[in-house]
């Protein structure tokens, strides 16, 4: 289930509870003629904004603020409190527990790697699987070593341990995406998620000491080893997602390099996720539900455990496993095959007692490269799922104006209509 809510100028601010993928609408708080009416006339608006790009668009996720009226938190001193602050509270829609484990069989990528015809064959079959039920899979014997993944946390262990103000001290500004941020409060003021995150921007064409400059220039030489390791992580991340893109081409059907090209000197983000213990694990979330607006993501958690999918109406818990990494399918992905593949619903859960810590990359494509499916993945009647679009204007749109959940698409494409000069 998700909350659409509706905010204009000039009508009330109105929730829908809808149910993931929309089979139905369940309603509560107003009237049922009245919501059906007003929906009704959304999706006359919504039309419309379709096919005029004059029409002003409303963002209903949208929640940037002057960044001088948001507040900070120090969650390494809230830990401590029995009550968390009212900003870190989440609707009760959202919280629904979990259900069940998520237990299918890992993608084994060494036969592929050797390219083993049998072992490829199997990995593409259960790829494919995966994706198009709720696109998200787990890969092991991928080559990246288990001491540089150690090594990733070890070091970035060493930035959170700064003191807080020293943190703040390079705070991601808005509209970037590099830096330290607390709970994201820079630029939201509700449903915040509890974390600490480090991010940085990895392009696989930069210098081979480009993130020993970056983290040394942002925090000094005593950081050097960290952007030295952080340089190799990425290195390994990037090698990874190529991978996992041939993958992604044979399993659609496309020549195996199909995709690679468009992420060859795509600009990344490493974002490595702190989860303070929490005392009011129950109502909060460590990162609340959501779809990504990237191409895929690769997710890395530690021996703790709280990555979450939603998939067959339920929430089900990925056992952390320190051997495999998980592959989530995000939104440009999705346009990339032209809703082939699903964008997968996942959170973060805290605990109670526990420090969580993951490691995620997210992959992108070039920021001038339009998203748009291959025509073997267009339908025999031609119908594209989503009109095209670039990675740069969907960047914009997700890290600027508006705040990625589960329907960015949805509320990106009626806003790209509304901006002539960004359509492709
Ligand atoms: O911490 C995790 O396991 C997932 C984090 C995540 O989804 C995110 O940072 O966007």
């Known amino acids: 289930m998700m909350q659409i809510s509706f905010e204009t100028e ?4 109105v929730h829908l509870l809808v149910p993931l993928h929309f089979p139905n609408l369940y309603i509560y708080e107003y009237d049922t003629i009245f919501l059906f009416s007003l929906l009704f006339y959304k999706a006359w608006q919504f039309f419309l904004t379709m096919s005029s790009s004059s029409t002003l668009v409303s963002l209903p996720s949208m929640e940037p603020k002057d960044e001088n009226t948001l507040q900070r938190f120090n969650l ?32 084994d990528l060494e036969g592929f790697i050797k390219g083993d015809e049998i072992a490829t064959a199997n990995a593409i079959d259960l790829v494919r699987a995966a994706c198009t039920t709720h696109g998200f899979f787990q890969v092991i014997n991928h080559g990246v070593h288990a001491h540089l ?49 480090f991010s940085l921007g990895y392009r696989g ?5 480009a993130l020993v400059d970056y ?19 990425c290195e390994k991340m990037r090698e990874l997602s190529l991978m996992i893109m041939e993958l992604l081409a044979l399993s659609l059907g496309l020549d ?51 990555l979450e999918i939603f998939t067959g109406d339920k929430w089900l818990a990925v056992p952390p496993r320190q051997d495999v990494f998980a592959v989530n399918i995000g939104d440009t992905f999705m346009a990339f095959c032209n809703g082939r593949y699903k964008s997968c619903v996942h959170r973060a859960i805290l605990k109670e ?21 291959p025509e073997d993945l267009v339908d025999l009647d031609s119908s594209r799922v989503y ?16 705040r990625a959940g589960l329907q960015t698409l949805q509320d990106f494409f009626p806003w790209l209509s509304s901006q002539p000069k960004l359509l492709t």
């Open 353 to 373: 007692e526990k420090v969580r810590r993951s490691l995620v990359y997210f992959v992108n494509p070039k920021e001038d490269v339009v998203v748009r499916p």
């Open 215 to 233: 983290f040394t220039s942002a925090l000094g030489h005593d950081f050097e080893n960290v952007g030295r390791v952080y340089q190799k992580y």
């Open 149 to 197: 993944i150690q090594a990733a946390y070890r070091e970035i262990d060493t930035v959170f341990e700064l003191p807080f103000d020293r943190k703040l001290g390079f705070e991601q500004k808005l509209g970037g995406y590099a830096g330290f941020s607390s709970a994201h409060a820079e630029r939201f003021s509700t449903n915040l998620p509890w974390k600490e995150t």
């Open 76 to 107: 390494n001193e809230l830990k401590r409190q029995a009550n968390v602050p009212a900003k870190f509270l989440w609707p009760k829609v959202d919280l629904v527990g979990t259900e069940g484990v998520f237990d299918e069989p890992l993608v």
């Open 205 to 209: 064409t930069d210098s081979d000491s």
């Open 10 to 13: 000039n009508e009330p601010s």
């Open 387 to 402: 009109p095209d679009f670039t990675w740069a204007s969907l960047f914009d749109f997700a890290n600027n104006r508006y």
């Open 256 to 306: 195996g390099s199909y995709y690679r090209k468009f992420f060859e000197d795509g600009t990344s983000v490493m974002r490595c996720n702190y989860y303070p213990p929490c005392k009011k694990s129950d109502v909060t979330f460590g990162t609340g539900p959501h779809c990504d607006p990237n191409s895929i993501t690769l997710v890395h958690q530690d021996h703790v455990g709280g």
